[in-house]
T-cell receptor, first 115, second 115 residues
């Protein structure tokens, strides 16, 4: 495995529910990411955290709320989602260093279904 | 702005034959280029990357890719395909001049290797 774990692996929720996705990286990296992968669409970057600070928010609706309490953990809080939010949500991490651009390591993803 | 194009949704190859998965990119500066593979119900796995140096990059599982600056391409190749290579392949680019962490992914190419 890649050293990035995600829980739960599958989640079914109603539009009025509140749930959270969890990601943990065991690689000592200093940057973490949330991506959305829908059928027939490219991977969409949602959020980027560098050293626990959010540095990118790709126009994501406010019903998605990220949280990064430390450099190893990343959460995605979900509330009042829509059926079109059903997708595979992928977490990734990387080591960001001045002048070096390293690859991102991905978790297995959470398959989310919104009813 | 940076972008990646994978012109083929699917590539079909017979086992033992060479394979090529195409990727072209567009960046304002110099590119960092990556290939990832995704097996069913899994996250993305890093295969190889081009940063600088030799235009032919060798990666995991016998894959290699050739950076061609004049054609702005970074095609993925393997001399002899295996059935187990069947998966979804993503090309990604990062602009060296981009101060952020953003990787831009192509739409993906499904590789089918038939016995």
């Amino acid at each position: 495995e890649t050293g990035v774990t995600q829980t739960p692996r599958h989640l079914v929720m109603g539009m009025t529910n509140k749930k959270s996705l969890k990601c943990e990286q065991h690689l000592g990296h200093n940057a973490m990411y949330w991506y959305k992968q829908s059928a027939k669409k490219p991977l969409e970057l949602m959020f980027v955290y560098n050293f626990k600070e959010q540095t990118e928010n790709n126009s994501v609706p406010s019903r998605f709320s990220p949280e990064c309490p430390n450099s190893s953990h990343l959460f995605l809080h979900l509330h009042t989602l829509q059926p079109e939010d059903s997708a595979l949500y992928l977490c990734a991490s990387s080591q960001e260093e001045q002048g070096r651009y390293n690859e991102q390591f991905f978790g297995p993803g959470t398959r989310l279904t919104v009813l | 702005a940076q972008s990646v194009a994978q012109p083929e949704d699917q590539v079909n190859v017979a086992e033992g034959n060479p394979l090529t998965v195409k990727c072209t990119y567009s960046v304002s500066g110099n590119p960092y280029l990556f290939w990832y593979v995704q097996y069913p119900n899994r996250g993305l796995q890093f295969l190889l990357k081009y940063i600088t140096g030799d235009n032919l990059v060798k990666g995991s599982y016998g894959f290699e890719a050739e950076f061609n600056k004049s054609q702005t391409s970074f095609h993925l190749k393997k001399p002899s395909a295996l059935v187990s290579d069947s998966a979804l392949y993503f090309c990604a680019v990062r602009d060296i001049g981009n101060a952020g962490n953003m990787l831009t992914f192509g739409g993906g190419t499904r590789l089918m290797v038939k016995p």
